[in-house]
């Protein structure tokens, strides 16, 4: 196994691809993301004015999904991520997209996440975890920062079914580097994050890992044959 990216290269890596991430996102998972996304929304807790981290959040999809079906509950909004440029590229399709609600937008490490122990009702992170060079610490972080009986979810990239792993391999070693280079000019950034999705723990690693940090009734559910996995926890 490689050694973890460190964080200051995860950080120039996004800020390099932040202009192109959102269409590479639609052409390397043949748009099946968005429909990932909306599942994994769909189980985001809907109380009013609850208090909500989204980590490793940029881009502000998660947002623009929960906000879609939930804006009437006042939620309160915090958006974390280690890039700038992510950050700016975010608020700026949120603008686009005409959502104008009011947000806290930080930028900061998963794996210090900058605000005090039991802050939030709830925390989200989206494709973000297998980016992080201590996983355990950034799952222990999110563990902290919530309340008791605050709910965490994660949705990650994930080891796929059997029935379509050699397809798989051969999509994600072949074409998604090549789409990195034509679109982004940065083939190696790609490289890198097919990369992150092979060393990233399996579905019950995952599940144990954040049982050992603390959180209980940890699951999971499969999506796409699991080429992505919804996982879930709760602080008690």
């Given at each position: ?52 981290l ?10 623009a999904?929960?906000?879609?079906t ?18 700016q590229k ?85 074409v ?5 280079k ?24 995952l ?30």
């Open positions: 196994m490689n050694t973890p990216i460190k964080t200051d290269a995860i950080r120039t890596l996004f800020n390099g691809v932040a202009g192109s991430y959102d269409l590479l996102n639609d052409l390397m998972s043949l748009g099946l993301h968005r429909r990932w996304k909306k599942e994994f929304t769909s189980l985001i807790p809907k109380t009013p004015r609850m208090s909500f989204d980590v490793a959040g940029g881009t502000g999809d998660i947002v999904h929960f906000l879609g939930s804006q009437d509950l006042n939620p309160e909004i915090t958006i974390l991520d280690l890039s700038p440029e992510m950050i975010g608020q700026d399709r949120l603008v686009d997209k005409n959502i104008f609600y009011p947000l806290t937008w930080a930028c900061g490490s998963a794996e210090s996440i900058p605000f005090p122990d039991h802050t939030f009702d709830v925390c989200t992170i989206s494709f973000g975890l297998r980016n992080v060079e201590n996983k355990p610490r950034a799952l222990q972080e999110m563990y902290r920062v919530l309340k008791p009986g605050g709910t965490f979810l994660c949705l990650e990239f994930s080891k796929p079914d059997q029935t379509i792993e050699s397809l798989y391999d051969l999509y994600s070693f072949s998604i580097p090549f789409l990195g034509m679109i982004a000019q940065n083939k190696g950034a790609y490289e890198y994050l097919i990369d992150s999705i092979r060393q990233f723990p399996p579905q019950e690693e599940v144990k890992m954040m049982t050992e940090v603390g959180f209980k009734n940890s699951v999971y559910t499969n999506l796409s044959k699991g080429i992505v996995a919804i996982h879930r926890g709760w602080k008690p």
